[in-house]
DNA sequence: AAAATCAC
């Protein structure tokens, strides 16, 4: 009697853990149960296996039912020679035929995470007999891919030519039939280039009007496209219906304590559909939000306050006196699909809705915000955008600026930090595009110049635990380190075991924690008792008990178990983009060699920006920093936005 | 190279 051969679609099913309750360990038992291929799934069978009493057999025999798409796709997959472990998440997009689907047109592959075109190829040769490059679902692909590579930038659209280059170089003969079957498809929007300014001296003498410029025609991706169009319908539509709320005279009764351009804000958003409020750090932007809760609450307008990030939220709260919540929870976020509660069909019922951290808005989100607001609402987006961009796609705050579609306030007098310090020069240097050289003899801010990321990272843990506090007589406790990165000596890992063996040597007992230690939570748990904690919120842990920890957050004290435990990490030292929207007396900020390449002028803004009365800069990355500084951007995003709405607005 | 949000 020979044993049956296993089948090896079944075994990379099982292997990749696709089965859905069962463990890796259970699952290498199964050959000895007798279950080789998919024939052999019984529930008496699964019986045989250890640990396995006739309740999880059944469960395991209908979740092994269940399971049927992915385990198509599986087979499609290792009849190609790649990875099963694709096969959970083509499943998830593509549905309960995703087989079907991918047999019909094997480069529907290439929308799922870390699938490269190459991987698509091969799928494409065990499926199709004859597959060739110059296939238009091949095409099609390409087009729409190059985009979503272009999204992880931040841009929401792409120059027609560039995506041509892109075929070009798979290999695709006709790029122009590609870009057509991608817009059939519907995947893909193209957009006409602009008309020309009419210029007036040309048209005496020109015969002609002149003709759009071929190279400013654009692709998108359909749903990026279309955010930004209905986002500047929306905002034209707002300013269209907003009514004035109160008499300019109103803003006279809360108006104490504010200066003129904090007051010329408050008029602004009683009387504009869509306004802005924009400064640095420190100019007294939320004291002006404040101003205009409590205006709108004494006059009983409904106001409803939000933010992009849990903690900007919770700030704002703190600020204003008034709930304040994410604007996924504001819009009633329906999960990972997305899809928003709150719509059209059932719009908002604020009157006023003010978003704080409006930089951090990206275009899918501030589009469905804008939609969910019914025709009169009063929309205020505050925020600063020196500071770094959203995560998503677009350019929402910088596009509304420089579209001058709708009314702006910007705030530059500095109230926090001392005006004429050197940190708030160097910032607003930094701010316009400059890097002058630091001069700072009361070593307000202070430049350590090292020579790779190692000295760096030594540099920084001499300042913190030894000159900051003798020199300028700065707790360390109150001193915060800023790096562009997680990895590398430089970057948060590497310093946090450093700064832990200094400043609060332990075993670590509960989670690789002890009584001491600083942390920073990596995620949202706001339903905690008392108050919760928000990503990016940075504590102290005051006490450790069975499977728990006492953290306290700067709003409070907060009792840490569970799942929540995995959301924190050590804080001496967190990345600029965690940093962003808390502010410490002491800022070291690092800027190691090989952060160079994602160097730009709002990551050192951001940066240098977190520091109250103390700026210690470690700098090792050379010519990087000036340059970075200089640019803009070292990669503007590209967006539609600000030209849609400057033609909405005419 | 880094990154926020949401829900069951």
Known sequence: MSAPSPDPVFAAFCAAGLWPGLGKRTAAELPAAGITSPDDVTAARLLKLPRVGKQRAERLFSSFLSAAPTYDVVALLVGAGLEARLAASAA????????????????????????????????????????????????????????????????????ADLVVAALRAEGVADPVAAIVAAVESGEVLDHEPPEPEFAEDDAADADELPEPDPALRTLSLARYGMAEEALAENVAR???????????????????????????????????????LTGGPGTGKSRTVAAIVQLLRTKGTEVALAAPTGRAAKRLEELTDHPAVTVHRLLGAQGTSGGFARNEEWPLDADVVVVDEASMLDVELAAALLEACPDGTHLLLVGDPAQLPSIGPGHVLGDLIDSKA?????????????????????????????????????????????????????????????????????????????????????????????????????????????????????????????????????????????????????????????????????????????????????????????????????????????????????????????????????????????????????
């Open 238 to 276: 707002l300013a269209a219906t907003s009514e004035r709320i109160a008499d300019p005279a109103a803003v006279r009764s809360v108006a104490k304590g504010l200066d003129e351009a904090q007051k010329a804000a408050v008029a602004q958003v009683l009387g504009a559909g869509v306004s802005l």
């Open 406 to 650: 709708v009314p702006v306030t910007e705030l530059t007098t500095l109230y926090r930090q001392a005006e004429g310090g050197a940190i708030a020069r160097l910032a607003n240097a930094v701010r316009a595009g400059e890097l002058p050289p630091v001069d700072s003899p009361d070593r307000e801010v202070v430049v350590v110049p090292a020579t790779g990321s190692a000295e760096a990272a030594r540099r920084v843990v001499q300042l913190v635990t030894d000159s900051i506090p003798r020199a300028l007589r700065i707790d360390p406790a109150t001193v915060q380190v800023v790096t562009p990165v997680h990895r590398g000596p430089a970057g948060t890992i590497e310093l946090n075991k450093a700064l832990k063996a200094q400043l609060n040597p332990g075993e670590g007992t509960v989670w690789g924690f002890d009584v001491g230690d600083r942390v920073v939570a990596t995620a949202n748990h706001l339903d905690l008792e008392p108050i919760g904690f928000a990503n990016g919120e940075v504590g102290v842990v005051t006490g450790t008990g069975d499977g728990a920890l006492t953290v306290d957050f700067s709003s409070g004290p907060v009792t840490v178990t569970g799942t929540a435990l995995s959301d924190l990490r050590h804080g001496w030292a967190i990345t600029v983009h965690r940093a962003q929207g808390s502010e410490w007396p002491g800022v070291v900020v690092v800027l190691p060699p090989e952060a160079g390449g994602m160097l730009s002028r709002p990551l050192v803004y951001t940066a240098l920006t977190r520091a109250q009365r103390h700026l210690s800069i470690v700098h090792a990355s050379g010519a990087a920093l000036a340059r970075a500084v200089r640019e803009v951007d070292v990669r503007p995003r590209r967006t539609r936005l600000a030209r849609l709405l400057a033609e909405n607005a005419d």
């Open 92 to 159: 998830d997009s593509l549905g309960a035929d995703a087989a079907r689907r991918l047999r019909d047109d094997p480069w529907a592959l290439l929308g799922l995470t870390g699938v490269t075109l190459a991987d698509a190829d091969r799928l494409a040769i065990a499926v199709l007999p004859g597959a060739d490059r110059q296939d238009s679902r091949r095409g099609r692909a390409i087009v729409a891919l190059t985009l979503r590579t272009a999204t992880r930038d931040g841009h929401t659209v792409l120059p």
